[in-house]
């Protein structure tokens, strides 16, 4: 009986660690205005919700099919970049993370513009909820783990198993 609870606590040991192997959840809103930060007609809101295996390490490209949703404005986006050193690239002074969310041109044949937002340094990496860090275009990143439900499942299983196991020996 000692080894078969052994065993039990082994195994719901090994799901919970298996909880880190979560989806991530990115979701974006942001505004961007022209050069001269006068409200007129090139203004627009984007968002995006981006839901992926893992934690954001390296620069990534997604086109707009790859996420969950993406506007630019009225319509859907082109792409959805990340990139995870904005001085590296010549964007910035700072060595922080950055998204470009591009829009579709008129004709619908490319994208027709970059939008950029820059956030702090944990922002692709850690969850939580992250404002731009130039406030000439506001925008907020979401990031968060969400739990795939096969592994909450199994975990909720090998925790009844430990307690049924633990019943019987009391019983016994």
Not at 71 to 98: I, K, Q
Not at 132 to 156: H, Q, R
Request: hydrophobic share 45%; charged share 15%; proline share 6%.
């Amino acid at each position: 009986m000692k080894f078969l609870l052994r065993a039990l606590t082994f195994a719901t040991c090994l799901l919970v660690s298996n909880l880190c192997a979560a989806d991530v959840l990115y979701s974006f809103s942001g505004f961007f205005s022209n050069i001269n930060h006068q409200p007129d007609e090139t203004d627009f809101t984007g968002t995006f919700d981006v839901r992926l295996p893992q934690f954001i390490d390296h620069d990534m490209v997604l086109a707009a099919a790859d996420t969950q949703s993406c506007h630019t404005g009225n319509r859907p986006c082109f792409s959805v970049e990340f990139y995870t050193d904005a001085l590296a690239h010549g964007w910035s002074a700072d060595s922080v993370p950055v998204i470009r969310l591009l829009d579709w041109n008129d004709s619908h044949s490319g994208p027709a513009g970059a939008f950029y937002y820059y956030f702090p340094a944990p922002a692709l990496s850690t969850p939580g909820s992250y404002h731009s860090l130039y406030g000439f275009d506001p925008a907020v990143l979401t990031v968060s783990a969400v739990p795939e439900p096969a592994s909450v499942f199994m975990l909720l299983s090998g925790l009844l198993l430990v307690a049924v196991a633990r019943g019987r020996k009391r019983s016994r």
